[in-house]
């Protein structure tokens, strides 16, 4: 369409001045048209050189007007403002150019000629400059777009590995201390051959219960990942107020705990409180479940006291001498999951080997 419009208006110019051409003049004139006007097919890849050709060819064929105001039009929607100012200038010295070599030749003054050709190229530059200024926002646009869509990706991404960080810990925590149970209790039936009928049907009797436990927590968690129901983030966690009942629990499968509870005022009805009590079962949850992997014949000492701000979790297991050569599987993420746990709740929380015990130590906000 270009090509068309440069080559007629070329050829309307030239067929008005055709007889101002002596000898072969007319016919270097269509020569130099024909070639501003092919030269416009690279107009895009080179937009200054094709402007330059096209307007130092207009100034004095006119066979090149035509192509001169597509290429210009196209130089100011692609360059620099300095580079269309210049193009300007140099298509306006052409427009005065031209009306000097073919006088009289359309009846028009010079001056009109003048104006005409100069508001005419003026015209099609601020187009072009509005087109340039349209294609570069549209391109900011997309740019922007494009880094938000990035952005959501990786927000996304983030988002996903977070979850299946916090299923991956649920899990740990909801399945880890019932199968250590069943482990340990499996283990009495098989290293225990002295074991009467009665002590086999009461070991049966908890690996059972033990069993139903587990597959319900099990159950629980794939229903809430299947159906994301939000009935199963509201229900309750274990608190402070269940913790004897967790430690009857390992009791019963011969741990040898020692509880000390030294809580002035055990109300956790305030936020911070509640998730503390929360935050400190599964402390001594995972306490417990880690003495029964790694040490399952040695003491263990759950101890909890506060100071009114502060609430002291602390879970001691006397090493055995030697260690274990096999001890019971572990992912090893429990300790580490805790640790994230509390320092969400801005607490603090070590765990390692001093000497002969092995000690977990956390301290939670208790304040009101």
């Known amino acids: 369409m270009c090509l068309i419009l440069a080559a007629g208006f070329g050829t309307f110019l030239l067929a008005g001045t055709w007889s101002a051409h002596p000898g072969i003049s007319g016919i270097v004139d269509a020569g130099i048209g024909l070639l501003a006007c092919l030269a416009l097919f690279w107009r895009r890849r080179y937009p200054f050189a094709v402007a330059c050709f096209a307007i130092a060819g207009s100034a004095v064929a006119a066979a090149s007007a035509g192509a001169s105001l597509i290429a210009l039009f196209g130089a100011a929607a692609r360059l620099r403002p300095v580079l269309v100012l210049v193009l300007t200038v140099a298509q306006l010295i052409a427009v005065a150019i031209f009306p000097l070599l073919y006088a009289d030749q359309h009846g028009y003054p010079y001056a009109t000629q003048l104006l005409i050709g100069g508001l005419v190229n003026l015209m099609l530059v601020g187009w072009g ?18 880094l938000r869509r990035v952005e959501q990706e990786l927000r996304a991404a983030h988002a996903q590995e977070a979850e299946r960080r916090r299923i991956a810990h649920e899990m740990h925590e909801a399945l880890s201390p019932r199968l250590s149970l069943l482990s340990v209790h499996a283990g009495a039936l098989e290293y225990r051959p002295d074991l009467t009928s009665e002590s086999i049907r009461e070991i049966g009797n908890v690996i059972r219960l033990a069993s139903h436990d587990a597959l319900e927590d099990l159950n629980d968690a794939i229903w809430a990942l299947r159906d994301r129901n939000e009935q199963y983030a509201l229900l309750p966690e274990p608190g402070l107020s269940d913790l004897a009942a967790l430690v009857d629990e390992s009791r019963a499968a011969y741990a040898n705990v020692h509880f000390h509870w030294d809580v002035d005022d055990a109300d956790e009805t305030t936020q911070t409180r509640s998730r503390a009590s929360r935050t400190a079962y ?4 995972e306490g417990l479940t880690n003495a029964r992997k790694h040490a399952p014949d040695s003491p263990i000492d759950v101890t909890l006291d506060d100071d009114g701000a502060v609430l002291v979790v602390r879970v001691r297991t006397q090493l055995p001498e030697p260690m274990p050569v096999k001890p019971m599987p572990g992912s090893g993420s429990g300790l580490a999951g805790i640790a994230e746990r509390v320092a969400r709740e801005d607490g603090t929380f070590d765990y390692g080997r001093c000497e002969e015990e092995f000690i977990v130590t956390a301290r939670l906000r208790w304040d009101r």
Do not use: K, M, N
């Open 282 to 285: 599964r402390i001594v949850r």
């Open 129 to 146: 400059l509005v087109v340039g200024l349209s294609r570069r926002h549209l391109a900011t646009v997309v740019e922007h777009a494009d």
